[in-house]
């Protein structure tokens, strides 16, 4: 009898024993600098209720984003509750993101989710929200005020993680070389800490940054700011930056004869870059695990709904991915399916 039970049992729903998530956390809340902590997370079972979450994106231009659209879908309906997705369409849009976030809670909801365009661009506007439905942060940095939760990891530690990979191939005393860096657009909510921790990172190597770039992470944008910089008559040993940057440098270093005297690395992950990697004409990038946050951020914003939100400040273990190892690197929660498009509405 005992076999038999255990038999029926695994042919139950898997909502219903859904598997935990090897996450970390921080001894303080929202605090990256103190110390980090690993953590097996369980999450819930199913949602009390079918609650409604409000969910923002600074843009849906790279599959990163995607990537975390695809999560949210995932646990959303696991948990089987609905939301609505809103997107400003870059980082110099604050003004459109506090209108959409302000709309998308009047129209009727439990919960906001908000990746931010702006560090500290939105408090006012979340601290006034925070008082009908509680906030969750995911992916991109904010100011604590209002905030409930964050599903995030600390973007200092991605651009240190990408920053110690160059540092390792050219120690100081090495033969020196020099960057072109294109870090993000400067103001948003994780670009400034980015750009600390790979500045960081490279102070005691033989590499020196010769070019900076800032701009929206759009390709058109980041097309021009690749160009410029090969136009500027530095001569580079590598561009470094955000995985649209990297993607459009293949193309560009390939025209202009260069991908066997440039090298690219990416400071975060997309489809693109990985499949760069895989080829070798990206060197490495990290990986933050975005469809995995966009699943916590679900899960923290019901249990913030349902008053049993304990763990406020959670986000995966940052691995950098190179070309020796990408074809051991479990990417089930790194990349969204080739086939997945967007769901900006989901009952």
């Given at each position: 009898?005992?076999?038999?039970?255990?038999?029926?049992?695994?042919?139950l729903p898997l909502p219903l024993?859904?598997?935990?998530?090897?996450?970390?956390?921080?001894?303080?809340?929202?605090?990256?600098?103190?110390?980090?902590?690993?953590?097996?997370?369980?999450?819930?079972?199913?949602?009390?209720?079918?609650?409604?979450?409000?969910?923002?994106?600074?843009?849906?231009?790279?599959?990163?984003?995607?990537?975390?659209?695809?999560?949210?879908?995932?646990?959303?309906?696991?948990?089987?509750?609905?939301?609505?997705?809103?997107?400003?369409?870059?980082?110099?849009?604050?003004?459109?993101?506090?209108?959409?976030?302000?709309?998308?809670?009047?129209?009727?909801?439990?919960?906001?989710?908000?990746?931010?365009?702006?560090?500290?661009?939105?408090?006012?506007?979340?601290?006034?929200?925070?008082?009908?439905?509680?906030?969750?942060?995911?992916?991109?940095?904010?100011?604590?005020?209002?905030?409930?939760?964050?599903?995030?990891?600390?973007?200092?530690?991605?651009?240190?993680?990408?920053?110690?990979?160059?540092?390792?191939?050219?120690?100081?005393?090495?033969?020196?070389?020099?960057?072109?860096?294109?870090?993000?657009?400067?103001?948003?909510?994780?670009?400034?800490?980015?750009?600390?921790?790979?500045?960081?990172?490279?102070?005691?190597?033989?590499?020196?940054?010769?070019?900076?770039?800032?701009?929206?992470?759009?390709?058109?944008?980041?097309?021009?700011?690749?160009?410029?910089?090969?136009?500027?008559?530095?001569?580079?040993?590598?561009?470094?930056?955000?995985?649209?940057?990297?993607?459009?440098?293949?193309?560009?270093?390939?025209?202009?004869?260069?991908?066997?005297?440039?090298?690219?690395?990416?400071?975060?992950?997309?489809?693109?870059?990985?499949?760069?990697?895989?080829?070798?004409?990206?060197?490495?990038?990290?990986?933050?695990?975005?469809?995995?946050?966009?699943?916590?951020?679900?899960?923290?914003?019901?249990?913030?709904?349902?008053?049993?939100?304990?763990?406020?400040?959670?986000?995966?273990?940052?691995?950098?991915?190179?070309?020796?190892?990408?074809?051991?690197?479990?990417?089930?929660?790194?990349?969204?399916?080739?086939?997945?498009?967007?769901?900006?509405?989901?009952e």
């Amino acid at each position: 009898m005992q076999r038999i039970v255990i038999c029926l049992l695994t042919l139950l729903p898997l909502p219903l024993w859904a598997e935990s998530w090897p996450l970390e956390t921080h001894e303080v809340p929202f605090d990256y600098d103190s110390p980090a902590h690993p953590l097996d997370y369980a999450p819930l079972d199913r949602a009390a209720s079918r609650w409604t979450i409000c969910v923002s994106y600074p843009h849906l231009k790279d599959a990163y984003w995607l990537s975390v659209n695809y999560g949210m879908v995932e646990e959303a309906e696991r948990l089987e509750v609905g939301f609505r997705l809103v997107e400003a369409g870059g980082y110099p849009n604050l003004e459109r993101q506090t209108e959409q976030i302000e709309a998308c809670v009047a129209q009727g909801a439990d919960a906001l989710i908000v990746g931010t365009v702006s560090f500290d661009g939105l408090t006012p506007t979340v601290q006034a929200l925070s008082e009908r439905v509680p906030v969750i942060a995911a992916v991109n940095d904010i100011a604590d005020p209002g905030i409930a939760a964050k599903a995030a990891v600390s973007w200092y530690d991605m651009g240190a993680t990408t920053g110690r990979f160059i540092a390792d191939r050219h120690p100081k005393g090495s033969a020196p070389v020099q960057l072109a860096w294109f870090p993000g657009p400067e103001g948003a909510g994780w670009v400034s800490f980015i750009e600390a921790g790979f500045r960081d990172a490279i102070a005691q190597s033989s590499a020196s940054i010769a070019l900076t770039k800032y701009g929206d992470t759009g390709r058109e944008i980041q097309v021009t700011l690749v160009e410029e910089a090969l136009d500027s008559g530095i001569e580079f040993d590598y561009l470094v930056g955000s995985a649209p940057t990297a993607e459009v440098a293949v193309s560009i270093l390939r025209a202009r004869g260069l991908e066997d005297r440039i090298s690219i690395v990416s400071d975060y992950m997309s489809h693109a870059v990985f499949r760069g990697i895989r080829r070798g004409r990206i060197l490495a990038a990290p990986t933050d695990f975005p469809i995995m946050q966009g699943k916590l951020a679900i899960e923290m914003a019901v249990r913030a709904i349902e008053g049993t939100l304990e763990v406020r400040h959670a986000g995966p273990k940052i691995q950098l991915v190179t070309s020796d190892m990408a074809g051991n690197t479990d990417l089930a929660e790194t990349l969204a399916p080739a086939s997945f498009i967007p769901v900006f509405e989901l009952e």
